[in-house]
């Protein structure tokens, strides 16, 4: 018996010995981590990542330290957890801090983009836009996951800032979006007044009424597409501009196509006339062109898609000419066959044309000076200024206002 009491005593002894040494190192860490913790919760700004950095080293470290206290006989483990619950504010401020800066860096480079708005592609604003909503998301977390932001506001000043900088992030996101999504409508109105021009363009060469009419259609829907991109800040806009101009020109082109083939087809018509004058025309073929042209003519002037063409003016002038050299021919057969020459014809002519006609007025006065001449003189006159000098002038003044008339057409 006195063995097992002798037993039992020292048991009783080197169990009091054990728990005093752990109950020593106990108090040594959470001593330890304690001296960190306060070191670390001392530090008065966290706005920089090397003070983040360095207070949030410091927390791990003493928690690494009380997680390591040895768990017998456990006195010190209470301790060390109302250690931690002592500066538990201090681990709200890091961990939010750490939120807030991570937000401030996801941020920073859509924040100078809406400040500066430059021109960027829809894929830049995108990525901007993630970015702000991954920011906005970490602020939202700091006024949600610790606890009531109104009573932490007051101890811990990061709570009053995350809450307005997120204000100021979701009014940034609001532009970015904006951004993105002016620069998406642009590229798109673009894109479709692309096709609806080559729908245009498949059928801008037909005749084809119902054809025609859709084709106009659609290239003044590409020329609306255009008008709606904005002016300037997307990155079609200067294309946009140039190529509205261009659609614009086509339009003008395409709706006066059948005006300028008609005026075509009439300048084709006059130059026939002075080719075959050339070659050798009848009085009475020349009579019955003149008739035909001025019909023609006639026709233009009075159509409401024709009548203020230009041209119309030199082809009128052009028909002058013809019409006097047809009065010409029949006063010079008249003087061939009569025994009287009705030089008023000629003279009465003169003064309806342009007063720089200067030939057909020396001609006049060639007549009024030589009345007392015989038939046959002024017949031989009248031949050799036919031959060589009247009817040549005449029909090159007709060409030329014939080409002024073609070269307007076109422009």
Avoid at 5 to 10: E, P
Avoid at 157 to 172: T, V
Avoid at 243 to 266: G, H, M, S
Wanted: glycine share 4%; charged share 25%.
């Amino acid at each position: 018996m006195a063995i097992i009491a002798s037993g039992i005593t020292v048991a009783i002894v080197g169990s009091a010995i054990a728990g005093n040494y752990f109950r020593t190192e106990q108090y040594n860490k959470i001593a330890q981590a304690e001296t960190l913790l306060r070191e670390t919760c001392n530090t008065t700004t966290l706005s920089d990542a090397e003070a983040l950095n360095t207070a949030e080293a410091g927390w791990n470290k003493a928690t690494t330290q009380l997680q390591g206290i040895p768990p017998f006989p456990g006195f010190g483990v209470k301790d060390a957890q109302a250690l931690t619950s002592k500066y538990a504010l201090c681990k709200t401020n890091i961990d939010a801090t750490k939120l807030f800066q991570e937000a401030a860096t996801m941020s920073e480079a859509a924040r100078d983009a809406v400040q500066r708005l430059p021109v960027l592609p829809e894929e830049e604003w995108a990525d901007h836009v993630v970015k702000l909503e991954a920011a906005i998301e970490h602020l939202d977390l700091i006024q949600n996951s610790f606890g009531n932001p109104v009573d932490l506001k007051a101890s811990l000043p990061i709570f009053g800032d995350a809450q307005n900088r997120l204000k100021e992030y979701q009014q940034i996101l609001t532009v970015a979006q904006n951004q993105r999504d002016r620069e998406h409508t642009a590229v798109q109105n673009f894109n479709d007044a692309k096709g609806l021009y080559q729908q245009f363009a498949a059928n801008q060469g037909t005749t084809d009424a119902t054809k025609r009419k859709d084709a106009e259609a659609n290239l003044r829907g590409a020329i609306d597409r255009l008008r709606k991109i904005p002016t300037e800040g997307t990155t079609v806009s200067a294309e946009a501009i140039k190529t509205r101009k261009t659609y614009n020109e086509a339009l003008d082109e395409f709706i006066n196509e059948p005006v300028k083939q008609k005026l075509r087809n009439f300048a084709t018509s006059f130059n026939q006339l002075s080719s075959a004058l050339k070659s050798g025309m009848s009085t009475a073929e020349f009579a019955s062109s003149i008739d035909s042209i001025g019909n023609e003519l006639k026709l233009l002037q009075q159509a409401s898609n024709t009548s203020q063409h230009p041209a119309l003016r030199y082809f009128q002038e052009a028909l002058t000419d013809y019409q006097f050299s047809q009065r010409l021919l029949i006063m010079l057969t008249i003087c061939e066959t009569s025994n009287e020459c009705f030089t008023g014809v000629l003279d009465n002519d003169v003064y309806l044309l342009p007063t720089s006609h200067q030939f057909y007025r020396k001609l006049s006065d060639f007549y009024h000076a030589n009345q007392e001449l015989t038939r046959k003189g002024l017949a031989v006159r009248l031949e050799s200024a036919k031959e060589k000098t009247a009817f040549d002038a005449i029909w090159e003044h007709a060409d030329r206002n014939i080409e002024k008339g073609e070269q307007l057409i076109e422009q």
